[in-house]
């Protein structure tokens, strides 16, 4: 299969899957259906904007702070519609925990939560235990690091994107 001609069946799927949500043939949507599908069609939240985009990938980095969960993403997109954040950077920016990086997140998650608790660590970070002092310290990291870099990841998108915007206008200018 061409890349032209899987682009073309995307594109038709993509668009199956829009008219579908916005049309009512199915019957009447109830409770979260319905809450879910009137918010994923808003075309504002596939916009990007300044505030949009820096709130969705700071929504996506606090859900991929969590544990690897299956449903990581539809949790991501339906954060991003309750807070009218961007779409597609919300579930971008879930990728930060992918297959590859999952472990060592976990792993720096629980030195966070035992740093915090004073816990010592009885194998020398050579191992890890998996009992209620592990877990909970692995609760409290998770928690510690997506406090700490949805924040910052949101700042840090918010100031670069007006940096660009003040770059581009200054060399449009001269």
Same mark, same amino acid.
């Not at 949805?150 to 060399?171: E, N, R």
């Given at each position: ?13 993509? *668009? ?35 505030? *949009?985009?820096? /709130?969705? /990938? ?10 690897? /969960? ?11 519609? *309750? ?21 060592? /997140? ?69």
């Amino acid at each position: 299969m061409s890349f032209i001609k899987a682009r073309r069946q995307w594109a038709r799927f993509v *668009r199956k899957t829009y008219k579908s949500l916005r049309s009512n043939r199915s019957g009447q949507r109830t409770g979260i259906r319905n809450w879910l599908a009137k918010g994923v069609v808003q075309r504002e939240l596939w916009r990007p904007s300044r505030h *949009r985009v820096a /709130l969705g /990938l700071s929504l996506g980095v606090a859900v991929g702070m969590l544990p690897p /969960l299956p449903i990581q993403t539809v949790l991501a997109i339906a954060l991003a519609v *309750r807070y009218r954040a961007n779409i597609p950077a919300a579930a971008t920016a879930v990728w930060v925990s992918n297959p590859a990086t999952a472990v060592p /997140l976990f792993i720096y998650q629980c030195k966070v939560g035992k740093t915090i608790f004073n816990f010592n660590d009885k194998y020398g970070g050579k191992e890890l235990d998996f009992d209620i002092q592990t877990m909970s310290s692995a609760t409290f990291g998770v928690l510690i690091s997506a406090a700490v870099l949805a924040p910052v990841v949101y700042f840090v998108v918010y100031y670069v994107w007006g940096l660009g915007i003040m770059i581009f206008y200054k060399s449009k200018k001269g």
